[in-house]
T-cell receptor, first 114, second 114 residues
């Protein structure tokens, strides 16, 4: 079985401040891990993914995430928040290999305060 | 190229009526997934299709839900005898054989059951 836990359903940061969105996963086999972003009234857009290559993954819009096996974590960070980063962010996990179901976290809404 | 499209974008129906939701995946994508996103919750996997293989229906919440994929392309999700708790955003995603782990999402169909 696989699962993800996102700590904090709502996170507020000031514009220019560090963004840190937490994700912990559980998987019985080496996982693939993802972060998706959802802007209001839109579908999900892939921010970045980990597929067992480099543990530090860089994505779009200046976001990055680090896979830490010892901590079973895949936290999303961005050094400086922009107003346009306000959205809902979903962490997701799936087992590696072939076509697999993806299990999503419950999401974290990011608010950026001017 | 075109992304994943879904129709209708919004659907309001009365309790007890049947509804059909349509998904057009990215051309050439062999895998297609349906998810449900309820207010304040994460994404709930419903069903996925992979080529000509039998679909994985393990996420369908009841026998009122069914889906088909014709010709390996377009998919229709049908909800019979709708209930108020079926109100949600229904998201479709597709992935290619060369990048199985990456799902591309459509904008979703917002279903409201009165």
């Amino acid at each position: 079985a696989q699962s993800v836990t996102q700590l904090g359903s709502h996170v507020s940061v000031s514009e220019g401040a560090l963004v840190l969105l937490r994700c912990n996963y559980s998987s019985s086999v080496p996982p693939y891990l993802f972060w998706y972003v959802q802007y209001p009234n839109q579908g999900l857009q892939l921010l970045l993914k980990y597929t067992s290559a480099a543990t530090l993954v860089k994505g779009i819009n200046g976001f990055e995430a680090e896979f830490k096996k010892s901590e079973t974590s895949f936290h999303l960070t961005k050094p400086s928040a922009h107003m346009s980063d306000a959205a809902e962010y979903f962490c997701a996990v799936r087992n590696s290999g072939g076509y697999q179901k993806v299990t999503f976290g419950t999401g974290t809404k990011l608010q950026v305060i001017p | 190229g075109a992304g994943v499209s879904q129709s209708p974008s919004n659907k309001v129906t009365e309790k007890g009526k049947d509804v059909e939701l349509r998904c057009d995946p990215i051309s050439g994508h062999t895998a297609l997934y349906w998810y449900r996103q309820s207010l304040g919750q994460g994404l709930e996997f419903l069903i996925y299709f992979q080529g000509n293989s039998a679909p994985d229906k393990s996420g369908l919440p009841s026998d009122r839900f069914s889906a088909e994929r014709t010709g390996g392309s377009v998919s229709t999700l049908t909800i019979q005898r709708t209930q108020q708790e079926d109100s949600a955003v229904y998201l479709c995603a597709s992935s290619s054989s060369t990048s199985k782990e990456t799902q591309y999402f459509g904008p979703g169909t917002r279903l409201l059951v009165l």
